[in-house]
Every structure is written in structure tokens, then in C-alpha cells.
């Protein structure tokens, strides 16, 4: 159970976590925020200018920017003592990175969530190391009310955080192109926007719910002859979104290497 918890940095993505759990019923005693920038926080909870001169946490949470972490973590390790699980937010920064700059702490985390953590939706995906049964049990407690916490080995990290990370702007992007194409055939431009949301909130949580898998729905709503059968052959001709998609995500895990053999540097 992590009682107390550090915050250091507290921007768009450790604050809608900080958000998710506090409206999971996590009480606003448990966290400690530093931030330089941040005037407030949800659940009134104080905003620190620097760092604690001493005390233990039972977590710290880095949310800085990952080209910040050489300049923040000789400030955070007198914080993390044999007590303490490191769970970083930080793009890029691999696991023995983390271990060389925190060598006394108890093991440290990397953390992929996006920001539908707020509402305990979102994918959260785990690496670790250096940490038993009962500390990797007590972080899926933790990480639980956020939405759905996976362990993953490393070395898919940059594959899960283009799909769990990044997705939700490629959904976002899908969505703001349902919209325009249908603007551009003949429906106004609000009213485009508006059906083309509704659709897709409702179509994501039928298949949330749903026994069958997201293939297996498209040809369910597919009637051989009918209208979504033309879209459907429209999009599958020459596997067109399948390739740009794959593509997409590449990109995207590319990025995320790319960025892990900077912070090694």
C-alpha cells in the first residue's frame, strides 16, 4: 500500500491521474505536489515551489519533462530511500536509466497512461525492475482506479506507449476526419462534428462491452449489399487503413526509441 506519495511535477498527465484517484476515493492526504508552475491542484491539495528537505514517501511520481530528469534527480534522491518505488512518467527514459539515478530506492516503475486516466479509463502500461511480488501487487492497486494497468516486458515499451500513449490522438484525428469528409458531403459543419462523436462514443462502448471483437462487430453491422458493406469495402480496398495505421504506430514506436537512446546519452 503506498501511503504517501510525491508528486514531482504535476502537468497534464500526473494531474489527470492525481484527478482519476482522487476521484476514486484515494484521500488528498496522501499526496504531496511539487511544481513550480502549478498554482493549484484538485482537492485543495497545497502546491510545493521545491522539494522537501527530507521525508519518505512510499512513492515518488516523476512527471517532469524527460530532458529534465539530470537536472531534478540529484533534488529527488535524498527522497528515495529503501522505502521507496520510483514511478516515471518520463518519455524515453528506460529502466536502467532510472536505476542508475536512484540506486537506493526500493525499484523503479515506467509508466504509459494517457490522459483518460481522469475518468479510470485509460490503459496503463508497467515495467519494472528491481521489485517483489508484493511491491509489483501493490502498484496494479494503485494504478487500478486509473483504468487497466498491464505489466509488459521493456522491450515492447515504445510499441505500447504508440498505442496506449499516443492512440488517443490517432482516435482524435479519426474522428475530426469522420467529420470533415461528411462536412464535405453536404452536412453542416457543427452538426457533422456532434454525430460523428456521438458515434464514436457509443460504437467504443459497445465494444467495450461487447463478447465479440472489434472485426468481428464491423462485419455484425456489415449487411451483405447495404451501405456499411460500400464503406467497409472502401476502407479494406488494398488493406488502405490497415497499412496507414501500422505505419502510424511505427512511427510513433520509432519516436519513442529514438528517444530512449537520447536519454542515455
Known amino acids: ?19 482519476g484517484w482522487l476521484a476514486a476515493g484515494m484521500p488528498a492526504s496522501r499526496f504531496t505536489i511539487v511544481d513550480p508552475l502549478r498554482q493549484d491542484a484538485p482537492g485543495d491539495i497545497p502546491v510545493l515551489r521545491e522539494l522537501p528537505q527530507d521525508g519518505a514517501f512510499d512513492a ?8 529534465g530528469l539530470a537536472e531534478v534527480a540529484p533534488q529527488v534522491v535524498p527522497l528515495a530511500g529503501e ?25 523503479q516503475v515506467r509508466v504509459m497512461p494517457n490522459l483518460a486516466v481522469s475518468m479510470g ?28 494497468p498491464e505489466w509488459i516486458d521493456e ?7 504508440a498505442l496506449a500513449g499516443s492512440g488517443p490522438a490517432f482516435v482524435y484525428r479519426f474522428i475530426d476526419a469522420l467529420g470533415a469528409a461528411a462536412t464535405r458531403l453536404g452536412l453542416p459543419e457543427e452538426q457533422a ?10 460504437a467504443s462502448a ?3 462491452q461487447s463478447e465479440h ?23 479494406d480496398n488494398g488493406e488502405a487503413l490497415g497499412r496507414v495505421v501500422t505505419e502510424c504506430l511505427r512511427a510513433a514506436r520509432d519516436r519513442s526509441a529514438e528517444m530512449a537512446r537520447e536519454a542515455r546519452k
Not at 515518488?60 to 530532458?67: E, M
Not at 519494472?128 to 482506479?145: F, K, N, Y
Not at 462534428?193 to 457509443?202: K, N, Q, S, T, Y
Request: hydrophobic letters at 50%.
Open 1 to 19: 500500500m503506498f501511503e504517501s506519495i510525491l508528486l514531482v511535477g504535476c502537468g497534464n498527465m500526473a494531474g489527470a491521474m492525481l484527478e
Open 60 to 67: 515518488i511520481l516523476l512527471g517532469v519533462k524527460p530532458q
Open 83 to 107: 522505502r521507496t518505488v520510483i514511478l516515471s512518467l518520463l518519455a524515453g527514459v528506460e529502466l536502467e536509466v532510472l536505476q542508475q539515478y536512484f540506486p537506493r530506492s526500493k525499484g
Open 121 to 148: 479509463k485509460a490503459p496503463v502500461a508497467l515495467a519494472e525492475i528491481g521489485l517483489g511480488t508484493a511491491d509489483r501487487d501493490a502498484v496494479l492497486a494503485l494504478m487500478a482506479p486509473l483504468g487497466t
Open 155 to 161: 522491450d515492447r515499451f515504445d510499441l505500447v506507449t
Open 193 to 202: 462534428r456532434r454525430l460523428a462523436l456521438a458515434m464514436v462514443e457509443g
Open 206 to 208: 459497445l465494444a467495450a
Open 213 to 235: 471483437d472489434p472485426g468481428k462487430l464491423a462485419d455484425m453491422v456489415a449487411s451483405k449489399g447495404g451501405t456499411t458493406r460500400a464503406g467497409l469495402d472502401a476502407l
